[in-house]
């Protein structure tokens, strides 16, 4: 594990030596080490649909960890989502219209300070705040690296240079209504986070494998009660959002139902129903690309409902 990471690490810092995924549907085109003034430089991969024209116009899917999207002969543990795969059947079968998918790379070391929710953190005591910052992982790395919580940061490369860029290079459908963000564990908290800060430029979001624990402890943990709260104060109107969660019940997932029945009773009482809000259970799924792909046209078909 300790050399992946490493190996990972040196691909991330030479982004433009990174080998461009192959796809069996579309076509990729790449941003190289998209620079920003508010997070680390990072490739982005943008998939073009099957029968792309730039005479129309398409509704757009960002989507965390972009490296993992398309290939599986070139991540690190040989798997992915496939969604190049999945996109261009559920297009083929009239399930949801075409649609562009921005890929956006992690960082790599950065991931879970980019993606953990920064004002619920900001809530947490100062011990607890400590407590976070000190966690490890099961193999003794630390969960943050040193690198302090910045998704409010991440958030805004995506929503004030990366949207902006696409919108202008691309032929995109730019309101909320076509605008969706999505990914799975620490994926699926940001895209979380980015609909409740964000609901005037997200419509919907895919949350998959939601990693509610933040950490890799449950031993007085306070990060969901916080995670809980901030929902509450913040969930956007259901009457024009919509968010799908899910989850597996192997390897890390099975931490997840206990929690992820505290934030369904959440959405209840804002108001979400099944029109607006799917949770879904999947037995014997566990935490990884092979199941995301094998049940993610669930949330795409879902989402894309209303405009079929």
Known sequence: MKFKIILIAL???????CQLPK????????????RSKYITVR??????????????????LYMHDGQMLFDSAITWNKTSWDMDDVVANLQKQNKITAVIIVGIWNGGATRHADYFPQKPFESLSIQQKKKVYDAA?????????????????????????????????????????????????????????????????????????????GIFSMQDNPIPAAFNSYMEKHLPSPKSHKIYFDFGNKTLDSLYEPLQTQIDQTMRKKGYNKAQWRTLKFENDEHSEIAWSRRVHIPLTFIFESKN
């Open 11 to 17: 691909c991330f810092h030479t982004f433009g030596n």
């Open 23 to 34: 796809v069996v549907a579309g076509t990729i085109q790449r941003i190289d080490s998209f």
């Open 43 to 60: 490739n982005i991969d943008i998939w073009l649909p099957e029968g792309y024209d730039n005479k129309k116009k398409y509704p757009v």
């Open 137 to 213: 992982r099961s193999n003794g790395y630390s969960v943050f690296g040193n690198y302090e919580i910045q998704s409010d940061n991440y958030l805004k490369f995506i929503v004030k240079e990366l949207k902006p860029f696409i919108d202008s290079a691309f032929p995109t459908l730019k309101e909320a209504k076509n605008t969706f963000i999505g990914g799975s564990s620490m994926g699926g908290l940001i895209s979380m986070y980015a609909i409740c800060e964000y609901p005037a430029v997200f419509g919907a979001a895919i949350c998959m494998s939601t990693h509610w624990p």
